[in-house]
């Protein structure tokens, strides 16, 4: 198994959420999305928090999916790779969309 770091999921792509403790009402934390659709902004991936982390190893989510998780790095890539290749070409030329 190879754990999910910081450093795979920025370069897969996944943007930094940053949470302030006037936000969460307590400590500021931050977590990572990946949006995976241009017309549904719910189907995206989903980190834990960044105080949830075990060992400074991510885990992954399909947002409001919590019973696919995540934390293996080669996973998180073939999946990422299995979408990427079911993008219609129409979607992939007009808007220039990548997931990997």
């Known amino acids: 198994m190879s754990a999910i770091k910081t450093f795979h999921l920025e370069h897969l792509g996944f943007e930094q959420v940053n949470v302030s403790e006037e936000e969460s009402g307590d400590n500021a934390f931050f977590y990572f999305t ?3 659709s241009l017309e549904n902004t719910s189907f995206c991936l989903i980190s834990c928090s ?3 982390r075990i060992d400074d190893n991510w885990r992954v989510y399909i947002m409001d999916c919590p019973e696919y998780e995540i934390d293996d790095y080669n996973r998180l890539v073939v999946l990422l790779q299995a979408l ?3 993008i ?3 979607t992939r030329e007009t808007n220039n ?3 990997i």
Do not use: I, V, Y
Request: aromatic content about 6%.
């Open 84 to 86: 990427d290749a079911n």
């Open 50 to 52: 960044s105080d949830e």
């Open 34 to 36: 990946k949006d995976l």
């Open 97 to 99: 969309f990548n997931l």
């Open 88 to 90: 219609t070409l129409k």
